[in-house]
């Protein structure tokens, strides 16, 4: 089993910043790539940014591209991301995911482990 913990959520003003963090533990040797998902009140959850399990890749949602950067450690034991330029509409609980396979994926679907989620509130 694999879990997984993230941090770094909070209230924040329009235009400013948060990071935040995955803790993964457990059979870590296990997991490839990862990603986060947002999910706002009454709408599905979201893909935001994904890495592959080496790092080189990443993809990131057309909404969040230029202002989130997703990364994770050398050790490959948490992941990151780095949240600039927040908006409004960016308020919603992200979580962490984790595949099996190496290849990165924008898929809810592909993911099988998942973390509690982190609020993120951005104010006007």
């Known amino acids: 089993q694999v879990q997984l913990v993230e941090s770094g959520g909070g209230l924040v003003q329009a235009g400013g910043s948060l990071r935040l963090s995955c803790a993964t533990s457990?059979?870590?040797?296990?997991?490839?790539?990862m990603g986060w998902f947002r999910q706002a009140p009454g709408k599905e959850r979201e893909f935001v940014a994904a890495i592959s399990w080496s790092g080189g890749k990443t993809y990131d949602s057309e909404t969040v591209k230029g202002r989130f950067t997703i990364f994770r450690d050398g050790a490959k034991k948490t992941l990151y991301l780095r949240m600039n330029s927040l908006k409004p509409e960016d308020t919603a609980v992200y979580f962490c995911?984790?595949?099996?396979?190496?290849?990165?994926?924008?898929?809810?679907?592909?993911?099988?482990?998942w973390g509690q989620g982190t609020q993120v509130t951005v104010s006007s």
């Open positions: 995911a984790a595949r099996l396979q190496t290849l990165a994926s924008a898929r809810a679907d592909d993911y099988r482990y």
């Open positions: 457990g059979r870590t040797d296990s997991t490839g790539a």
